[in-house]
């Protein structure tokens, strides 16, 4: 690892400013990834500023109504609020099914949306990775790839993203808080992870240097009925093969609303739009849902080893989308 | 010369100040082994994989391994060295003992704190994955098996002592149900 200077920040614009004037500076939140990734060499920040000591902790319900989850809590103590399981159940359930006790406990919820992907190419520094050195390659396209990406992939990179957090704060159309030293700005999440094209390095719309502030989930998207699942190699403490987040309203038999988000199918968590207006007016019933995941799918793009990841997430969708208006 | 990569820093660990030089490369698993001398946490993988380094700060259970010591600072630590009181065992250390929760024994140290953080993470109230209901309205699920398991899926164990570290855990909430009643 890479001799690095630490600095714990008390002010926003102080943690703005350290990291501005330092070439190569980062915030650390809990550090579960990036000190994962120091250890091994993929990154090698000169100085690494501390945000959890920044007053940005804490679950509130702004004004609108809207829950605003400040970028430093916790993945534990946004999982456990009550606010969170009783309008957001999903993004409950999304929490609690990535990673362990231990990681929720000091991840933060930041941290986790800028999580870098868990391909094994790119940690490993001895293979070609277009995200990790720009232009160098892909090793995954004939490598090791059943758990990789299936939508939205280019022939630059098939990694996936692997947050399970962001699939259901995709679902809630959530909103990215930031703060740079021009002022404040925000994100929707729809718009937050960038398409990969020939640029997988990066990864998302952040500014350079921009600190995340909060997630903020919009009053008009909660669903007490929204259910995330998950399906892994093992029962737990492993990262999706594919995972789904949705809602569903149903009345007198018909869709009347309903969003679908999947998780380790693509570089970002992945909206499934295609599907959602495929079932919106129709009669909610589970040869519909399977249909209008297939119509979502059709865009799929298997590698040679990942291709179960198409059956699953169809599978998935109807399961899921059957048990809710179950 | 001043060098910003390395300084002093102060450790609370056990209830007792350890004031030791740090590389701020050094994890706190690291620190706590080999500078303050608690050889309880362990190293299985160095990359939160395995929860063999699982400690406690502030009260929390946490991986060592994933922390740096200068991050550490300010706060609480808790080894497997200073669960007990004196030489009176934690319950869910007794139930360890009692019920074979081990077998060679590496694991343990963080199997235990992982066991105290599930213990009081359930009794705040905390759901799991397992949960069927997440809703804050529903019932405090009990902590039966299907919730050890999940809860302390973080804690690996080669042996694969896991039939009777669940029979531990469930035998600790017990007791602790027992006392508060
Ligand atoms: C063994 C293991 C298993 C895991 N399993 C899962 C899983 O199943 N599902 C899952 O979703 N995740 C899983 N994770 C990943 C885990 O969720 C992430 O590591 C964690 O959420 C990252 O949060 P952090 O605060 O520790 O981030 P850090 O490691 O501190 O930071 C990550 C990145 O975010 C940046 N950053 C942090 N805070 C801010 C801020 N406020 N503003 C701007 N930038 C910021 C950092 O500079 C860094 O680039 C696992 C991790 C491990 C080690
Ligand atoms: S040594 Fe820390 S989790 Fe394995
Ligand atoms: S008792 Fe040997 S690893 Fe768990």
Known sequence: MKEFAYSRANGVREALVMVAEQENGRFLGGGTNLVDLMKRGVEAPDLLVDVRSLPLA???EDDDGDVVIGATTTNSDAAAHPEVRRRYPALSQAVLAGASGQLRNVATVAGNLLQRT???????LSTACNKRVPGSGCAALAGVHHNHAILGTSPSCVATNPSDMAVSLMLFDAVVHYETLDGEGEIPLSRFYRPVGDTPHVETALPAGALITSVRLPRATAGERS???KVRERASYAF????????LEVRAGRVHEVRIALGGVASHPWRARIAEEELRGGPAVPERFRAAAEAELAAARALPHNGYKVTLARNLIQSVLTEIAG | MTDATRGAISLQVNGAEHRIDVDNRRTLLDALREDTGHTGPKKGCDFGQCGACTILVDGRRVVSCLTLAVAAQGSEITTVEGLAEKDELRPVQEAFVRLDGLQCGFCTPGQLCSAVGVLAEHAAGWPSAVTADVSPDCPHPPLDADEVRERMSGNLCRCGAY?????????AADERAEVAR
């Open chain 1, 58 to 60: 804490g679950v509130r």
């Open chain 1, 118 to 124: 868990r391909c094994a190419f790119f940690a490993d």
């Open chain 2, 163 to 171: 039939p009777s570290i669940v029979r531990a855990v469930l035998d």
């Open chain 1, 240 to 247: 999706a093969t594919v995972s789904v987040a949705a809602d």
């Open chain 1, 227 to 229: 259910r995330y699942r």
